[in-house]
């Protein structure tokens, strides 16, 4: 006869999300911390880690409100990742008072120093991912340099041809902002 299945066993876990390790930038990330909590749950005998939403945020921050049921959230990329891998150099950055706008920096300066190291093996992940995330990524992107271009204004209140989602006028938009577009693909 065969045992539980996975939804019959009991189990334990936790609810936590990422940004709530702790961290020296700002909030936590899935990061080396988040692999430490992991190594803490198995030895623990927990078997579920339960997360909120993932998404981007507005400027309130609340989980439950992401811009993207699609995209992550760029403050849970893990800088210390991105400098194991020799993409980011911290000490380039001045620390801000604002984490959120050292993050930014960082992300910056690491998707500048990805480009530039030209590595084949990543450059094939990332037309990978771009490729198999096309039904969503290009509008995201899009979005996110539009909002960025206009201070974060709502949509509405954009110039009429692109709040009207006026096709030439959107390419000319991508065309012109093409490093931002670029960009928001890993802020």
């Not at 271009?149 to 000319?172: M, T």
């Amino acid at each position: 006869m065969p045992g539980p299945t996975l939804l019959q066993q009991r189990r334990c876990g936790i609810l936590l999300h990422p940004t709530s390790f702790p961290g020296p930038f700002g909030n936590g990330d899935l990061g080396h911390t988040a692999y430490r909590f992991i190594e803490f749950l198995q030895a623990s005998g927990c078997s579920l880690w339960q997360m909120l939403p993932l998404g981007p945020t507005h400027a309130d921050l609340s989980p439950y409100q992401a811009m993207s049921s699609h995209a992550g959230n760029p403050v849970l990329i893990s800088l210390d990742w991105l400098a194991d891998r020799g993409w980011l150099d911290i000490t380039k950055i001045k620390q801000e008072k604002d984490s959120s706008e050292f993050r930014r920096l960082c992300l910056q300066l690491a998707g500048d120093t990805f480009k530039r190291l030209d590595d084949a093996e990543w450059n094939a992940r990332l037309q990978a991912f771009v490729h198999d995330s096309e039904y969503w990524l290009a509008d995201f992107s899009l979005f996110f340099a539009l909002k960025k271009v206009y201070h974060h204004s709502p949509w509405y209140e954009w110039p009429e041809d692109l709040r009207d989602h006026d096709d030439a006028a959107l390419k000319a938009f991508a065309r012109e902002h093409a490093g931002i577009i670029w960009q928001m693909n890993f802020e």
